[in-house]
């Protein structure tokens, strides 16, 4: 094993506080070699607990285990975070290098014979050996990642799965790099201020400074990742919204370089051949029985259940929107670009709420620090630091020390706010460094917006649902944040896709809360509050259009469960008939709607096809059972209170994977969920609903 040159700053463990990454002294040039020797060591490392002589126990192959990999976890955390929020052609050609040598590697350790022996001996007799708690939990999620992976396997289906997880790898990266590309070519370069019209000042001047970035004159509206433009809202001229829109839904199917049918249509493919090899009917049954819902068909039920009501209101909402239309002039029918524009028109004139107009009271320093620090700070006593000492790897970063309740420092957060082309769209939460007694470490987090970055000088102002946005990510960011393990395995979000959700949908419930929005939403010029009743006024708009964002999440999580419930045995969809493959299922599910097209189409599916979700987009909605009862229970103990939020924390954030996650729920309730307070957030409730247990 050729060793680390000491100048590379991957080496050794970081000197910095909390083990923060040393951005200033990492290059491009320090993955490879970091990567090359990081894998070796670990190689190394798991060789040496297959080999030990003595017989296997939770010390020496359990615990041995977590402390494997430290090297190969520093440098990939760094570049991984990187080739999300900060890349360049360097970094995806090395990313496609190393991405398939990745999977190989972890195949190497799963499927492992002598650690696998090792690790089946201990869970079998996990029992006997007196394990209880975090330690029996930490050897069933390591044995069930094993035979997963495919450890029980017979040599030649492990082979194969071999061959599989490696060209999957290279498959994701190339359909995140392909989307990103695509994502920045797509964006709607406009030179008259006339087609503008209606877009609030500081987002033309923010698509005036995008503009400049790219060296064109005029303005430049970028995308946002999901099919929805934010501008829609706003745009007057019904022209200019049919271009933004039709730009939107084209990624990834225009038939050049960065069309990704081709792509996705392999991942597919490959995944139901996994599934196969592993025992299971197809993808979305591998990937749930791991999950709090336990079955794909538990999953369905649900999602066929929401869908008719949803339907039923989305087209209502749009008869009223298409009549406003036709009032204005224009020429029926509605088409899914109007529609942003004149929900919105019904919100300012039906609620007396215009949202466009509140974002001059939605400042994103004044939201950050006042609305979504002061919450964490009300609820569970935590204080945050400015550190403007300590290096990030980008000048828009910033960096803040987290402490709890007495004091004691708890870890970093780093905060990512703006968009640019060099980061993949959407917002996200993600680890530098995780929590663990036993490894000594305490936590590095990073959080990701998408905000449009405002000329040098100007305020970043935000809408509505970005504030939304940020609490919802922060909400992530807590329970990475607050964990409080032994082992990094079940650290902080280590929990089922299905459940992280759930924490970060519970902490945007504060956005709203009057003490909070008091103290954040001023307006950024004259420091007024918002006006008497906006706040009730603000609850009664988003109760309306609930028909509509319901029928375009379960579009997207459908038509996810549709292309995961593909067999190996089922006839391959070709690349060109992935639209085709889209209207059969969504018309399948009764929730084919022209109006309301999916907030994720298939070639831009990046939480399907470049992330960790997929068969798992439900994910959403399932969690957002958990936290609307949630709610519920926090108004109970009277809101943003010290109390409720120390026993979200101690029973719930603290313990990550570390308990059984629906227990967790039910230490803090004190009950099973009910699905009544979800039909009643999204106004699916039919009269007198009897309550129903989940």
């Known amino acids: 094993m050729t060793p680390l040159d000491p100048e590379n700053p991957f080496a050794r463990p970081s000197s910095l506080p909390f083990g923060l990454p040393p951005f200033d002294r990492i290059r491009a040039q320090h993955f490879r070699p970091a990567f090359e020797a990081g894998m070796a060591e670990h190689r190394a490392e798991i060789a040496a607990i297959g080999a030990n002589p ?8 359990v615990e041995a285990l977590e402390r494997t990999g430290d090297l190969l976890a520093r440098v990939s955390s760094v570049f991984f975070n990187l080739t999300s929020s900060h890349t360049d052609d360097e ?9 398939p040598r990745l999977a190989a590697h972890t195949d190497a350790v799963r499927l492992d014979p002598a650690l696998f022996a090792r690790l089946d001996a201990v869970h079998a007799a996990r029992h006997e050996l007196g394990l209880t708690g975090e330690a029996l939990r930490l050897v069933e999620r390591h044995h069930r990642d094993a035979v997963r992976a495919g450890a029980g396997l ?32 797509a964006a709607l370069h406009l030179l008259d201020p006339a087609e503008l019209d209606g877009l609030p000042g500081d987002a033309l001047a923010a698509a005036r400074e995008a503009a400049a970035g790219r060296g064109l004159e005029g303005y430049l509206i970028t995308l946002a990742l999901p099919t929805g433009q934010p501008a ?39 995944r139901a051949e996994a599934a196969r090899l592993l025992g299971f009917a197809d993808h979305a049954a591998y990937v749930v029985a791991d999950q709090t819902a336990g079955t794909s068909e538990a999953v369905s039920e649900m999602l066929a259940g929401l869908v008719p009501p949803a339907v039923a209101n989305a087209r209502a909402e749009a008869a009223e929107l298409e009549a406003l239309l036709v009032a204005d002039g224009e020429t029926a029918p509605l088409a899914p670009w109007d529609w942003p524009f004149y929900a919105d028109r019904v919100r300012r004139e039906r609620y007396g709420v215009d949202t466009a ?13 006042d609305g979504v620090l002061y919450a964490a700070g009300e609820l569970y006593g935590l204080s945050f630091t400015r550190r403007t000492d300590l290096p990030t790897y980008h000048p828009d970063v910033r960096v803040f020390e987290a402490s709890g309740p007495d004091g004691t420092p708890l870890g970093l957060v780093l905060a990512d706010w703006f968009a ?16 663990s007694h036993l490894l000594g470490t305490r936590p590095v987090i990073v959080i990701n917006l998408n905000v449009p970055r405002p ?27 607050l964990s409080d393990v032994r082992y990094r395995r079940l650290s902080g979000t280590s929990v089922p896709r299905d459940f992280v959700e759930y924490p970060s949908q519970v902490n945007e419930m504060w956005a709203m809360w009057p003490d909070v929005l008091d103290r954040y939403a001023r307006h950024h010029v004259t420091g007024d509050p918002l006006a008497a009743g906006t706040v009730e006024k603000l609850n009664s708009a988003r109760s309306y259009g609930q028909g509509y964002a319901t029928a375009e999440y379960l579009a997207a999580a459908l038509l996810d469960l549709e292309w995961h419930h593909r067999t190996a045995a089922d006839e391959p969809v070709t690349p060109d008939a992935v639209e085709a493959f889209e209207a059969a299922a969504l018309a399948r599910h009764g929730i084919a709607l022209d109006l309301v097209p999916p907030r994720y189409r298939s070639t831009y599916f990046a939480h399907v096809f470049a992330g960790g979700y997929g068969a798992g987009y439900y994910s959403y909605v399932w969690s957002e059972v958990l936290d609307a009862d949630t709610v519920d229970w926090f108004r109970a103990q009277g809101g943003l209170r010290r109390e409720a939020g120390a026993r979200f924390a101690a029973e719930l954030l603290c313990r990550g994977g570390a308990v059984d996650p629906m227990a967790a729920f039910t230490a803090v309730v004190g009950r099973p969920p009910s699905l009544e307070p979800l039909l009643r957030r999204r106004a699916l409730l039919p009269g007198d609903h009897a309550r129903q247990q989940w």
């Open 154 to 185: 017979d040599p030649a289906r492990q082979d194969r799965l071999r061959e599989i997880n490696t060209e999957l790898s290279t498959l994701t990266t190339s359909f995140r790099t392909r989307l990103m590309a695509d994502t920045n070519a």
């Open 232 to 270: 829609l809202a706003s745009l007057r001229r019904r022209d200019v919204r049919e271009r933004l829109f039709r730009a939107s839904v084209s990624r990834g199917l225009r038939g050049d370089a960065n069309d990704t049918r081709e792509v996705l249509t392999r991942i597919v493919d490959l």
């Open 54 to 61: 003595q017989a296997p126990t939770f010390a020496n192959t």
């Open 91 to 99: 970094l995806d050609a090395i990313e496609a290098d190393v991405a």
């Open 455 to 481: 000329p040098d000088g100007e305020p970043a102002l935000l809408t509505l649902d970005e504030v939304e946005t940020a609490f919802h990510e922060f909400g992530h960011v807590l329970h990475g944040l």
């Open 357 to 369: 107009a509140l974002r001059p009271w939605f400042e994103l320093e004044r939201v950050v620090a």
């Open 420 to 435: 640019r082309d060099s980061k993949r769209g959407g917002a996200w939460m993600s680890s530098f460094v995780e929590q």
